[in-house]
């Protein structure tokens, strides 16, 4: 495993971690997730990313069993607030003071933790005054509740705007999760430059599209039993699957087997290694709910691409790759990835 550092931070990540979005909680029993989480660590993975309302808040409760007994100096634990994770007060959402004050504790608690390595604002809150949010967050770090802060799917004027802040209130800003693959690339044009020039990481979720990059969906085809298409509560947990299993699509991907296998890579291995061609990624997050596709994903790492490589990958997928920045996820949706 190679491990970079969190944008211009001090803080090394392994450049793959792992994620228990739908994985954990509620898409597998909980025995199995220990297993993944288990070979994570044997795989060389440090970095763990959950957040509280996976599955109304099981999943982190799930990755604190899973950890238990963990030395607390060799693994990173990142977690998110900002959605729903149970309660149904008028203040159970968002970023207003009182949201993140009962949410690390609360996270904290159910990850049996001391502090986590970076906590995250999962989306941009429009009605909580971005000053309060940030001053809560400092407040955060100076009671050492969390060592770094980051955020989720922030646009850039956004993260100028917040990283302003926390410059002036002294504590670290230093990532941002978005979406990003090889179908879905709209942080490239302003969220990236932006990004590199106040020193934030991307730490990218879904590389493989939900398992579309994977090849494992075929055009003309029903979804395999026991994929996330089939599932109806991932399905409605949140992304963009359902868009992206038209025909033309799948057929696209389909393309990029032919690469892979000159590569002697797998198409998984080949969409994780394409996140981490681009120097502004931090960290590439995975997701599995077998322990063998976490060791499959993870020998994406250190993996090179040439040139040549990289444009046949863009030939392939042609006019099904969005890049508009504008979509960018804010104003926030229900998605909560």
Known sequence: MDFRHLGTSGLKVSEISY???L???????????HACVRQALEDGITTFDTADAYASTRAESVLGRALEGQRRESVEIFTKLYFPSGGSGPNSTGLSRKHIHESINGSLTRLQTDYVDLYQAH????????EETMEAFADVVRAGKALYIGVSEWTADQ???????ARELRFPFVSNQPQYNMLWRVIEAEVVPTSAELGIGQIVWSPIAQGVLTGKYM????????????????RAGGGDLSG??????????????PIAGDLGMTMAQLAVAW????????????GASRPEQVTENVKASGQQLGDDVLAA?????????????????????RDFS
């Open 23 to 33: 994985t954990h909680g509620s898409q597998v029993e909980e025995e199995q997730a």
């Open 219 to 234: 055009p003309g085809e029903q979804p395999p039993t026991d994929s996330r298409a089939a599932d109806d509560e991932a």
């Open 313 to 333: 990958i863009d030939e392939a997928l042609g006019p099904d790759i969005e890049r508009d920045p504008a979509l960018t996820k804010s104003p926030p949706s």
């Open 123 to 130: 989306r941009y809150d429009f009605e909580t005054p971005l």
């Open 275 to 286: 996140v981490l061609a681009n120097p502004a990624v931090s960290s590439a997050i995975i």
């Open 159 to 165: 993260l100028r705007a917040g990283h302003a802040l």
């Open 244 to 257: 992206r299993l038209t025909d033309d699509t799948l057929a696209r991907v389909q393309l990029l087997r």
């Open 19 to 21: 994620g228990n979005w």
